[in-house]
């Protein structure tokens, strides 16, 4: 049976990307998405290739990750150990 995903990758976040303003203070743009619970900052990408349906399109999914989440990742596919943002 052929693999059910593929391309699985983490990518760190700019600065750009983790940050933002508002009301000239600045604010963590976005929170990881990979836990259930999960209320820590996002700092990577979790990033990885599916198809949808019946139709066979290939889609692209994109999952914003706190540390800990995107080296659960990393280590569940098999990927190079992650460098720590700080």
């Not at 750009?16 to 619970?37: A, I, K």
């Not at 599916?50 to 994109?62: L, W």
């Amino acid at each position: 049976m052929a693999p059910r995903s593929w391309g699985h990758e983490v990518v760190v976040l700019s600065r750009e990307e983790q940050w933002g303003r508002y009301r000239n203070q600045p604010f963590w743009r976005h929170f990881c998405g990979m836990g259930r619970r999960c209320e820590e900052p996002a700092l990577y990408w979790c990033c990885y290739h599916y198809i949808t349906g019946r139709g066979g399109r290939i889609s692209e999914a994109r999952l914003y990750a706190c540390t800990r989440h995107a080296q659960a990742f990393a280590k569940r596919y098999g990927l190079a150990r992650l460098a720590v943002v700080s």
